[in-house]
């Protein structure tokens, strides 16, 4: 299992790029992150799974998800 901040860094991509911009984030995924702060792949790879899986209106599926657009991001 790969950490957020691994995943991350895998996408090379600037830690002041929007989450928003990742391929397949949607404003499901993305609005309960901004909600808490959390707007740019920096932000982002400072939490852990567990913190993110703390915050309100943010489960397991839409972790998955995110990692997943991380992992898209990776290979392009």
Do not use: C
């Not at 990742?22 to 309960?32: F, I, K, Q, R, T």
């Amino acid at each position: 299992m790969s950490t957020l901040a691994e995943l991350v860094a895998a996408t090379g991509l600037p830690a002041s790029h929007p989450i928003r911009q990742l391929p397949g984030v949607s404003w499901h995924l993305a609005n309960p992150l901004a909600g808490v702060g959390i707007r740019t792949l920096g932000h982002l790879a400072q939490h852990t799974d567990d913190e993110m899986l703390g915050y309100a209106g943010f489960g397991s599926g839409r972790l998955a998800k995110l990692k997943d657009a991380l992992r898209a991001a990776a290979d392009e």
